[in-house]
């Protein structure tokens, strides 16, 4: 049986989500890949338990993560069963509906009904009563934010969910957002947005500030670039490489020369700070406490431990700051 580790809490920072009084670990654990069923289900229950013995205590997964759409929240709610129940009050689990789950008009968007009945598939895979987080998956232009927003809220009033998040939004989106679920008294606390040294859309599309001006936090998903911010294409495209196996998210035309000299320039950046290039994607994120924690991924433990490193040096130098941004332009 499994017994978590006595010094769990000793490393991992866990910043506040905003003004909220959610705190989270500064790195979290995503389940978007290797945890469908084409995962190996022991690989997947290693690296759980290893998450939270280092003090991930927040596992992010939404409805249609696999493949197939559902078996990610399946899957984890077998190694809940398995082993993270008796730990329950000390995990954060998140999921999300905004993507489409089954056939018909009602199984998209951001309407009401599908919101709500997606909830309730999301608590039944996973096998709990409710989720500490519940976000909705992104913006839906052809139903009203209103609706929206009031499904979240009444989400949270019935008990099945905790606090409200919203994701892939912008900044306008956000504040329009944030000003209906405030005048329904609902605790929204987080977004949930894409960002990386060579993605800074959070920057440019106004979520990034508005976020800290209205206190609340933000997770970071892909911090990693679909691992293109790691030494593993340094020397080619490796057999195992998602990008042969799997190009639902990156293939191989994203590693251009350009991009190539651009990984390689930041790789010796990381070298000087004394930080794989992974570890020091991930410190750049947490750079400057507008974001609260940043999602990895992970196809086996040994791979997650070298991530948790990153927490220990989050401090840059305005020369490295600037190195970091020249080498990373064009992204």
Same mark, same amino acid.
């Given at each position: 049986?499994?017994?978590?580790?006595?010094?769990?809490?000793?490393?991992?920072?866990?910043?506040?989500?905003?003004?909220?009084?959610?705190?989270?670990?500064?790195?979290?654990?995503?389940?978007?890949?290797?945890?469908?069923? *084409?995962?190996?289900?022991?690989?997947?229950?290693?690296?759980?338990?290893?998450?939270?013995?280092?003090?991930?205590?927040?596992?992010?997964?939404?409805?249609?993560?696999?493949?197939?759409?559902?078996?990610?929240?399946?899957?984890?709610?077998? +190694?809940? =069963?398995?082993?993270? =129940?008796?730990?329950?009050?000390?995990?954060?689990?998140?999921?999300?509906?905004?993507?489409?789950?089954?056939?018909?008009?009602?199984?998209?968007?951001?309407?009401?009904?599908?919101?709500? =009945?997606?909830?309730?598939?999301?608590?039944?895979?996973?096998?709990?009563?409710?989720?500490?987080?519940?976000?909705?998956?992104?913006?839906?232009?052809?139903?009203?934010?209103?609706? *929206?927003?009031?499904?979240? %809220?009444?989400?949270?009033?019935?008990?099945?969910?905790?606090?409200? &998040?919203?994701?892939?939004?912008?900044?306008?989106?956000?504040?329009?957002?944030?000003?209906?679920? /405030?005048?329904?008294?609902?605790?929204?606390? +987080?977004?949930?947005?894409?960002?990386?040294?060579?993605?800074?859309?959070?920057?440019?599309?106004?979520?990034?500030?508005?976020?800290?001006?209205?206190?609340? &936090?933000?997770?970071?998903?892909?911090?990693? %670039?679909?691992?293109?911010?790691?030494?593993?294409?340094?020397?080619? +495209?490796?057999?195992?490489?998602?990008?042969?196996?799997? &190009?639902?998210?990156?293939?191989? &035309?994203?590693?251009?020369?350009? /991009?190539?000299?651009?990984?390689? %320039?930041?790789?010796?950046?990381?070298?000087? /700070?004394?930080?794989?290039?992974?570890?020091?994607?991930?410190?750049?994120?947490?750079?400057?406490?507008?974001? *609260?924690?940043?999602?990895?991924? =992970?196809?086996?433990?040994?791979?997650?431990?070298?991530?948790?490193?990153?927490?220990?040096? *989050?401090?840059?130098?305005?020369?490295?700051?600037?190195?970091?941004?020249?080498?990373?332009?064009?992204?």
């Amino acid at each position: 049986m499994y017994s978590a580790a006595d010094g769990r809490y000793d490393a991992m920072p866990y910043p506040r989500c905003g003004r909220s009084g959610l705190r989270l670990p500064a790195l979290s654990l995503g389940l978007w890949h290797n945890f469908g069923d *084409t995962g190996d289900f022991d690989t997947m229950r290693r690296i759980c338990r290893t998450a939270f013995d280092h003090g991930i205590i927040h596992f992010d997964l939404a409805n249609n993560y696999g493949p197939a759409p559902g078996s990610a929240e399946r899957n984890f709610g077998r +190694i809940l =069963a398995l082993d993270l =129940a008796p730990y329950r009050d000390e995990l954060i689990i998140s999921t999300k509906a905004g993507y489409g789950m089954w056939p018909g008009p009602c199984g998209d968007g951001g309407g009401r009904k599908y919101l709500l =009945a997606s909830l309730d598939q999301s608590l039944a895979r996973l096998g709990v009563d409710y989720v500490d987080i519940f976000y909705h998956h992104r913006p839906d232009p052809d139903t009203p934010l209103e609706e *929206t927003m009031g499904a979240l %809220a009444d989400a949270v009033r019935s008990g099945k969910a905790l606090y409200a &998040g919203l994701s892939n939004y912008s900044g306008p989106q956000l504040e329009q957002a944030e000003a209906i679920l /405030r005048r329904l008294g609902v605790p929204f606390v +987080i977004n949930q947005n894409r960002y990386s040294i060579f993605d800074r859309t959070i920057e440019q599309n106004g979520l990034k500030s508005t976020a800290v001006r209205l206190g609340k &936090g933000i997770i970071a998903f892909s911090p990693l %670039a679909q691992s293109l911010l790691t030494d593993r294409y340094l020397d080619g +495209i490796p057999a195992d490489s998602r990008m042969k196996t799997d &190009g639902r998210f990156l293939n191989a &035309g994203a590693l251009t020369p350009q /991009r190539l000299a651009q990984i390689r %320039a930041l790789n010796a950046l990381a070298a000087q /700070r004394g930080q794989t290039l992974a570890q020091m994607a991930l410190s750049w994120i947490l750079r400057d406490g507008a974001v *609260t924690s940043v999602l990895v991924g =992970a196809s086996r433990p040994e791979q997650l431990l070298d991530n948790l490193k990153a927490v220990q040096n *989050t401090a840059f130098t305005a020369q490295e700051l600037a190195a970091i941004d020249a080498a990373g332009a064009a992204g």
